[in-house]
């Protein structure tokens, strides 16, 4: 009759973590979660954020803290404004662009480690002097603050090329 020992035990446990450890790795797109099919300009608006707190907005009022961002503050031309925008999403890391229109851009940013999916997406509104974007994560509850951040990054890109 074999015996297993204790630490024979947790040897076969460290083994069985790291196995699943570079599993999720190797494959982060096990967190991708599914593309969403309700995202886009609708009668000048993006779509509204859900109740968890890992989505922010520039449409939302001001009220919603935990949603609410303010737009950044643009002049020129739309096709300008477009392009820098473009060369801001696609100097940054795991930036993916979806959908590109002459006042639109859907971008797919995706975590280094686990594969997360944040879409992201940002609108010239008719004024042609703000942009209205908004970031929300497709899986949990917490983003630990990421597209805030991330929103905030592209702020300050935008600013500097201007």
Not at 89 to 94: A, D, K, L, T, Y
Not at 113 to 132: I, N
Request: hydrophobic share 40%.
């Amino acid at each position: 009759m074999n015996i297993v020992k204790p630490k024979q035990t947790i040897s076969y446990l460290v083994i069985a973590i790291a196995l699943v450890l570079t599993f999720l790795v190797w494959n982060n797109h096990l967190f991708a979660g599914t593309a969403p099919t309700d995202i886009g300009v609708n009668n000048g608006k993006l779509t509204d954020c859900p109740a968890t707190p890992n989505c922010v907005n520039s449409q939302v009022s001001a009220i919603n803290i935990e949603h609410s961002i303010k737009p950044i503050e643009v002049g020129g031309e739309t096709q300008r404004i477009m392009a820098d925008l473009k060369l801001a999403v696609q100097s940054m890391p795991r930036s993916t662009i979806i959908k590109e229109t002459n006042n639109y851009l859907s971008v797919e940013f995706t975590s280094k480690l686990m594969g997360f999916v944040d879409d992201v997406e940002f609108y010239l509104d008719d004024t042609g002097k703000a942009l209205q974007m908004r970031s929300a994560s497709r899986l949990g509850e917490s983003d630990l603050g990421i597209n805030r951040q991330r929103i905030e990054e592209i702020r300050s890109k935008l600013t500097s090329l201007n």
